[in-house]
């Protein structure tokens, strides 16, 4: 896959989920206004349970990366993927991160393939 490729659809599903969440969560949270309601509802039933605890791992894991490459590559500025991991979500959130971790190794060369 080519680098402007991947760009772009990390583009596309990080902010395609931000707008998407926008459309669909922010009416009822402005409308009823209850946020730990809004959280709890993830877990309404089996299947959303399912979900939101998949969801909720997967910022676990991106927090953990994060940490981990701003002490091995020097990744800086992760804790807004951290902060757009929690809203809109940790689609937007580690999108951000992966292009962010993109820009910032750009000056640096590839790391040999083991073949």
């Known amino acids: ?3 402007n490729l991947y760009q772009g659809l990390l583009w596309l599903f990080g902010l395609g989920f931000a707008v998407a969440f926008n459309l669909i969560v922010m009416p009822a949270l402005l409308r009823d206004g209850d946020i730990p309601g809004a959280f709890a509802a ?3 039933n089996p299947y959303a349970s ?3 605890l998949d969801a909720i791992l997967c910022w676990c894991v991106l927090a ?3 940490a981990h490459e701003k002490t091995t ?3 800086r ?3 807004i993927a951290l902060v757009l991991g929690v809203a809109p979500g940790v ?3 580690f999108a ?3 292009l962010l971790r993109l820009r910032q190794q750009a000056g640096t060369p590839p790391e040999p393939s083991a073949t």
Request: charged share 5%; no cysteine.
């Open 42 to 44: 993830g877990f309404v």
């Open 96 to 98: 951000f991160y992966l």
């Open 1 to 3: 896959m080519s680098r």
């Open 64 to 66: 953990s990366w994060v």
């Open 91 to 93: 689609a937007t959130g």
């Open 77 to 79: 500025h992760g804790w």
């Open 50 to 52: 399912g979900y939101a």
């Open 73 to 75: 590559l020097g990744v």
